[in-house]
T-cell receptor, first 115, second 114 residues
């Protein structure tokens, strides 16, 4: 079964700190890696995404780092704010095989930013 | 609002009853996905459509589940003879395949089977 493993399960940071969430995947037939943010009772919202031909992508305070050889990617939230408190999911979109055309999600990280 | 719309937002049903959920995707999106999410877990893939064609169904989707997208626009997900284990958030997402592949999710339908 294709998997995306995410860590940590929960994360507490102080306001202004850096939040780092890591994901690792097993299937080489993934070709698109988005991160989603989800607030309680809401659907996941696309935050930022990267393709494997790029090692880093930055949008505002959010940065994805991608290591293709290690099959790992991570989300960095700079200057974390209390409003960033949410559950974050990494995901991978399949480009072939049994994963083709669908997103496989990690288990999620509950981020709490203390004021 | 031009996002993905799901209806109803919440559904409470008795075990054994049938329920149907509706999803209206972003209008130009040709791909539509259904996912299920239980508390503390990431969304799990159920099925997806390319236009009106259902391309894949997960093994999670038992024969009590059926999904349709009759005209390639909105989609319905029906659960027959609901069981307590069906209690979850059912999420719909849409994307434009062949171009921008970002998938956008709706707010979900929270199903509680009592």
């Amino acid at each position: 079964q294709q998997q995306v493993k995410q860590s940590p399960q929960s994360l507490i940071v102080q306001k202004g700190g850096i939040s780092i969430i890591n994901c690792a995947y097993e299937n080489t037939a993934f070709d698109y890696f988005p991160w989603y943010q989800q607030f309680p009772g809401k659907g996941p919202a696309l935050l930022i995404a990267i393709r494997p031909d790029v090692s880093e992508k930055k949008e505002g305070r959010f940065t994805i780092s991608f290591n293709k050889s290690a099959k790992q990617f991570s989300l960095h939230i700079m200057d974390s704010q209390p409003g960033d408190s949410a559950t974050y999911f990494c995901a991978a979109l399949g480009s072939g095989g049994t994963s083709y055309g669908k997103l496989t999600f990690g288990q999620g990280t509950i981020l709490t930013v203390h004021p | 609002d031009t996002g993905v719309s799901q209806d109803p937002r919440h559904k409470i049903t008795k075990r054994g009853q049938n329920v149907t959920f509706r999803c209206d995707p972003i209008s130009e999106h040709n791909r539509l996905y259904w996912y299920r999410q239980t508390l503390g877990q990431g969304p799990e893939f159920l099925t997806y459509f390319q236009n009106e064609a259902q391309l894949e169904k997960s093994r999670l989707l038992s024969d009590r589940f059926s999904a349709e997208r009759p005209k390639g626009s909105f989609s319905t997900l029906e659960i027959q003879r609901t069981e307590q284990g069906d209690s979850a958030m059912y999420l719909c997402a849409s994307s434009l395949w062949g171009g921008n592949t970002e998938a956008f999710f709706g707010q979900g339908t929270r199903l509680t089977v009592v």
